[in-house]
């Protein structure tokens, strides 16, 4: 089955940097886009960033652009987001996500906090 698992999340003083990584099974990586979503409290999910299967188009929410990257390794079956001069307001769960078939498939989501 699709199994989505991510990694990398933390305390990270404002200013700081985090990789997050998702490691996708149980279906062809290569042959779908992948996105990162991010749920902070009280607030609906949001979309991060979005990759498509060759990494030929990307496209970022206007709140990340030039702080985040999104990139992929269709070898190992992974996904990134590097993130960059973090701020408060990127305090969320950060969630992996990939469509297929009519259905979605979510990460169980790994807590990224941004504090001094």
């Known amino acids: 089955q699709v199994l989505l698992v991510e990694s990398g999340g933390g305390l990270v003083q404002p200013g700081g940097s985090l990789t997050l990584t998702c490691a996708a099974s149980?279906?062809?990586?290569?042959?779908?886009?992948m996105s990162w979503y991010r749920q902070a409290p009280g607030k609906e999910r949001e979309l991060v960033a979005d990759i498509t299967p060759f990494a030929e188009r990307i496209n970022y929410a206007d709140s990340v652009k030039g702080r985040f990257a999104i990139s992929r390794d269709n070898a190992k079956n992974t996904t990134y987001l590097q993130m960059s001069a973090l701020k408060p307001d990127d305090t969320a769960v950060y969630y992996c996500?990939?469509?297929?078939?009519?259905?979605?498939?979510w990460g169980q989501g790994t807590q990224v906090t941004v504090s001094s």
């Open positions: 996500y990939v469509a297929r078939f009519g259905h979605e498939y």
């Open positions: 149980g279906f062809t990586f290569s042959a779908y886009g």
